[in-house]
């Protein structure tokens, strides 16, 4: 249903992103990722590795590590696809936001809406 592949939009050491290997439905669960979570006053340890680039806020108190392929996603200002938290299950749920085709990389909004064009916290001075 998806997949890692080298991604065209990411310039890291791993160049990689996720992609749908079937079509996907606008609101279609794509996948569903679950979360170490860890109390924001341990964050300052994560700081010095680089999963501080990838960790999701996790409510108030809490930030995340995701597992699976949910630290994998690229950002877009027009993504296709969104997520939920989950906290009952302990997951990000990653969904379709548009119709997906295969072989489309999928796409999340960073800072969490779909709409919110603020500049990401990694590009700020």
Request: glycine share 6%; net charge negative; with cysteine.
């Amino acid at each position: 249903m998806i997949e890692v592949k080298t991604s065209p939009l990411s310039d890291g050491e791993f160049n990689r992103g996720v992609f749908a290997t079937c079509d996907f439905k606008k609101g279609e669960l794509l996948h569903e990722a679950p979360v170490i979570a860890y109390p924001n006053d341990q964050h300052q340890h994560i700081e010095k590795t680089l999963l501080a680039d990838y960790a999701f806020e996790y409510g108030i108190n809490h930030t995340a590590i995701l597992l699976g392929y949910g630290m994998l996603f690229n950002h877009s200002y027009e993504p296709n696809a969104t997520y939920e938290i989950n906290f009952d299950n302990h997951t990000f749920n990653f969904y379709a936001y548009t119709d997906i085709k295969a072989g489309d990389e999928i796409l999340i909004n960073y800072n969490g809406e779909v709409d919110n064009n603020d500049p990401l916290w990694f590009n700020q001075d």
